[in-house]
């Protein structure tokens, strides 16, 4: 069976029986929640050695084959390109469709986490590369970590041969171990879609957030039908785009229903890999690249985000300096978000209003009961520029080999 039709019946089976959940126990509600913290923990439970171990392999292959500086740069402006394309669609789409306001009512401040940019690049290089094998919500570092390890070993390669070849080995191990996790995630659906609907319904039970979910549904289905098969079409030729992105609606699925990109990471190894053949050498770089740093949902969520708060607040409108200054702050601000692989698109929110100022600081609180959707939708659409973004550097570098739709996991 398919990985996104288990995906898609564990789902099925978790809204069948939240809809007849009692949802005013506390105990079950509290349960549900460990159970589906759980299930994002058991995703990526797995990601780790085959991340480290891929990447080295990567890195190495790629320094041999004198290409890892060209695909590196043709990666982040496939990145560039994508996060500016996503966030001036999010901006089109609320100036054309005009969301109706959302009600101000009095809330609080809320225990939000800080960007903390400054912190991030503290990570980058802890005081030993081993505690980057430990940080288990930033890749980044560990990636760092098999870069140059994988550029070391290119520079001895009689001296690297022993370690070239287990590492070889334990990356296919751990890829192996690998699948067995991102199988197994479809019962975790059951318990993430049973929460997903608890967050829905309380968030849907005021009514005030209807345009504004619909908005972005909108935007999701606009980016998957629409944006990423022109874009595939118009760089990889007189191909089928939708069957590509038909291998990204597991991913999709997991990511909607999580809101993290860590847990998703894994399926998307599997499915460029094993349903668009990209070569491992390929997919084990760009993929994470795209994880973090290709945030561009965060950028088109934030972007529609900001102006239903700031016509929720008032009726002048927003200027085209203004227009210009949010495109391009929710860019910039979603190549930082690696450190959150959930919960980040918010935390960009909360961080464009206080950079905004002039008393919006607080306007993000508005949407504070929908902030679980914001994560959904960008996840998602995150998922869908890692798997198409990934496929168009492989099919640039001539390293994929073409699968027929049959063979799709």
Known sequence: MKIWIKY?????????????APTRNDIFNEAVKVLADLSIRFGRYSLYPVLFFSFTIGVYELRESRSLLKLGTFTSLILIITTILLAVTGLISVLVRNPSRIPIFVEGTTDIEALGIVESFRQLLPTSAFEALTNGSFILPLCIFGGFAGAGCAVDKSEAKATLTLFDSLSRVAYAVM?????????????????????????????????????????LLF??????????????????????????????????????????????LRHT????????????????????????????VVTV?????????????????DMVWLIGAAILISFFL??????????ALAAICALYGRGFEAGYLILKPAAF????????????????????????????NHRDLRFFI
């Open 273 to 300: 890999n094993e349903s668009l053949g990209v070569r491992r050498r390929i997919s084990s770089v760009t993929l994470p690249m795209f994880s973090i740093f290709g945030r561009g949902g965060s950028a088109l």
């Open 373 to 400: 959707f914001l994560g959904s939708v960008a996840a998602a659409i995150d998922a869908l520029t890692a798997l198409a973004g990934t496929y168009i550097v492989g099919k640039k570098w001539d390293m994929v």
């Open 179 to 219: 699948t067995f996790f991102v199988d197994l995630v479809s019962i975790g659906m059951i318990a993430l879609s049973i929460n997903w609907v608890f967050e829905y319904r309380s968030m849907i039970a005021s009514r005030v957030f209807v345009d504004f979910i619909l908005l972005l549904l909108f935007d």
């Open 8 to 20: 898609l019946a564990g789902i099925v089976i978790g809204i069948a029986f939240a809809l007849i």
């Open 305 to 321: 985000s900001f102006i239903v708060i700031l016509k929720s607040y008032s009726s002048l409108g927003i200027s085209f300096s």
């Open 338 to 347: 690696g450190r959150f692989p959930s919960g980040g698109t918010f935390i």
């Open 223 to 268: 980016v998957a039908l629409v944006l990423y098969p022109a874009l595939i079409r118009l760089l990889c030729g007189k191909i089928n785009p939708y069957r590509i992105l038909y291998a990204g609606i597991a991913p999709v699925l997991a990511s909607f229903f999580s809101g993290d990109t860590i847990m998703t990471l894994p399926v998307l």
